[in-house]
């Protein structure tokens, strides 16, 4: 392996690169919630006969896509580790968006049966065995590849994959559901899964032009032997993939509760029109691509842990006025809270990647954080949607369930945060 293009281009390559990865995974992500909110529980529950119990199963589904993922972070982690991060990448991109793309075919209940949720359930599986291994890689060669002094920033790119996946499909579902609830139940729901196929041929032409992590070149050239990675994060650094499973709480978790869940509970409970919503969602997600890289340049030069832990802090204060402004009615009002939540989240969630990479060990450092971001991801995003739904369902859709979530979430994130600073800092990193 060699690298061959000068450091800044290098850097700038697997920036955009990393961000191209994690706005498909995200986008996949909050395709399939927004779908799983809107018309999943129509589409493929409809035998429940219940609106609440219909969208919990479909959640059900989602959730069934992260128990996938923390294999696909060991198998994908233990060939990043092994033979480098571009190669893990490139097949990450492909079976995730693949998986994507089919599920746009997939027959409904009414024709099909019970074939229909099984099939979901499949490409559900396939999603997240490849997304397992999508965001260790693109934090790590964002990360590596950075300048000195501007790890944060650099790394912010592969964040901004969150708000891009959020525009990109609220964007789309608001679109095809200006035809009506009708349309988009019997067939426009297909379109936003379908352009997961041009994401992912955009994707692919990036990450072709990306150059190997030149902190992993280096590493691999100076170590004769290198065990399997996994066995060395499970003997070695499992409490720092406890603490770095806490430490990403808020950004896992907390985006859902704030946008699929409130979803839900605006409009099913308080019976907003959903168009409004989705536009107000892509207009807050939209702003991050100012205020993650300002969060990010503040990390740079203070330090991310302290920046990360004003944004917990904010999570904390935005969660109850976040539900209370649906009662209002007023979408400018409801949109203007969207922006102001979404920002002080960020915070929480842009320094992830340069600091919880400075706690592993080089030639674990894929392994180690895709593990402790599927952890997460199964707790935060795969179960917490399932608990979510499940209160709202059991409280009537009552606010306070969502809203001690995030209390609880920005406990574990403040937690994560220490313990972390407490490695990196032990490490001598």
């Known amino acids: 392996m060699t690298i ?10 697997a920036a955009i690169g990393a961000m191209a990865g994690t706005s498909l995974e995200f986008y996949d992500f909050y395709v399939y919630a927004t779908a799983s909110a809107l018309v999943f529980g129509k589409v493929f529950f409809p035998e429940t006969g219940n609106a609440f119990v219909g969208t919990l199963a479909a959640f059900g589904v989602f959730g069934v896509g992260f128990v996938a993922r923390p294999i696909g972070g060991v198998i994908f982690g233990h060939f990043g580790d092994k033979v480098g991060r571009k190669k893990a990448l490139i097949v990450s991109l492909l079976l995730m968006g693949g998986a994507t793309f089919a599920v746009g075919f997939v027959p409904s209940y009414a024709s099909i049966g019970l074939a229909a949720p099984l099939i979901l359930v499949l490409l559900r599986l396939v999603q997240g065995f490849a997304i397992g291994g999508e965001w260790g890689g693109a934090a790590l060669i964002s990360t590596e590849s950075a300048p000195a002094g501007k790890v944060n920033f650099f790394g912010s790119f592969t964040q901004m994959g969150s708000p891009a996946g959020t525009v990109l499909s609220s964007g789309m579902f608001a679109l095809v559901g200006l035809g009506g609830q009708d349309v988009l139940t019997a067939w426009a729901w297909r379109i936003p899964f379908w352009f997961a196929g041009v994401l992912v041929i955009v994707g692919l032409v990036l990450r072709l032009k990306l150059e190997e992590s030149p902190v992993f070149v280096k590493a691999v050239e100076h170590q004769e032997e290198r065990k399997v990675p996994v066995v060395r994060v499970l003997r070695d650094e499992w409490r720092t993939v406890l603490a770095g499973a806490c430490l990403v709480a808020v950004g896992v978790g907390g985006f859902y509760v704030t946008g699929t869940l409130f979803l839900s509970y605006a409009t099913e409970t308080m019976k907003l029109a959903e168009s409004p919503l989705l536009l107000g969602q892509t207009i807050a997600a939209a702003t991050s691509f100012v205020s993650f890289p300002l969060w990010a340049a503040w990390a740079d030069r203070v330090g991310a842990g302290r920046v990360m832990a004003v944004a917990v802090a904010g999570s904390v204060l935005t969660a109850l006025p976040h539900f209370l402004v649906a009662g209002s009615g007023n979408f400018w009002l ?49 179960v917490l949607p399932i608990v979510g739904a499940g209160l709202l369902a059991a409280t009537g859709g009552g606010y306070w369930g969502p809203v001690v979530i995030l209390f609880g979430l920005a406990a574990l994130t403040a937690i994560g945060v220490a313990t972390t600073h407490r490695i990196v800092k032990g490490a001598g990193q």
Do not use: K
């Open 4 to 13: 061959s293009v000068a450091p800044d281009r290098r850097a700038r390559r």
């Open 334 to 382: 409801i949109g203007l809270m969207l922006c102001v939540t979404q920002t002080a989240q960020g915070g929480a969630w842009v320094c992830i990647p340069a600091f919880l990479s400075r706690a592993f060990t080089i030639t674990t450092r894929y392994t180690g954080m895709s593990l402790a971001y599927r952890i997460a991801a199964i707790l935060f995003g795969g």
